[in-house]
């Protein structure tokens, strides 16, 4: 199992400019999650995911998107990248029916907003 | 008052040395705690959960205050290799704290 896979590693965009951070688990876990992590600020929880086709805000939601076709895949969108975004995005996934469970990360995507 | 606060530290020790962190939450109705690590610049990884009784697992200690609302990790003989931040997480939406960073010098 390649568990949480995150791509890219590292990004440079410009302000203005949109992507999308792609993540994928092959656990069949079924709840997903991406935070972001800044220098003393802790991880953050950005928007999460409870199965396909549902999804829900976390704390710091503004600015993303994100969607959930299949169980496997939950890419988060920058609209319209900032500088406030510059920040080290990790996607997560775990089994079970609710938050009382592991969380499994991926390696992470460092982004830098110029 | 933010919902989980940790000690950012650096505590720094020596080797064989008992240092034990402490993270304090504020919604009393949370069920879930744990404990992760995280290696510089790499993804957290569980290092254990937190149960009502109290838990231990080798040289780890977790234990939860549920009147005072904190919970905390005792690392008994540190070794070099403990060197990393902790985070502290409360459930449901898992709530993390700002990590409180442990280096262990030889």
């Known amino acids: 199992n390649a568990g949480v896979t995150q791509t890219p590693k590292f990004q440079v965009l410009k302000t203005g400019q949109s992507m999308t951070l792609q993540c994928a688990q092959d656990m069949n876990h079924e709840y997903m999650s991406w935070y972001r992590q800044d220098p003393g600020m802790g991880l953050r929880l950005i928007h999460y995911s409870v199965g396909a086709g549902i999804t829900d805000q976390g704390e710091v939601p503004n600015g993303y998107n994100v969607s959930r076709s299949t169980t496997e895949d939950f890419p988060l969108r920058l609209l319209s990248a900032a500088p406030s975004q510059t920040s080290v995005y990790f996607c997560?996934?775990?089994?079970?029916?609710?938050?009382?469970?592991?969380?499994?990360f991926g390696p992470g995507t460092r982004l830098t907003v110029t | 008052r933010k919902e989980v606060e940790q000690d950012p530290g650096p505590f720094n020790v020596p080797e064989g040395a008992t240092v034990a962190f402490n993270c304090t939450y504020s919604n009393s109705a949370s069920q879930s705690f744990f404990w992760y690590r995280q290696d510089c610049r790499k993804e957290p990884k569980l290092l254990m959960s937190v149960y009502s009784s109290g838990n231990e697992d080798g040289r780890f200690t977790a234990q939860l205050n549920r009147a005072s609302q904190y919970i905390s990790l005792l690392i008994r003989d540190s070794k070099l290799s403990d060197s990393a931040t902790y985070l502290c997480v409360v459930g449901g939406k898992l709530i993390f704290g700002q990590g409180t960073e442990l280096s262990v010098k030889p």
């Open positions: 997560a996934s775990s089994a079970g029916s609710g938050f009382s469970y592991e969380q499994y």
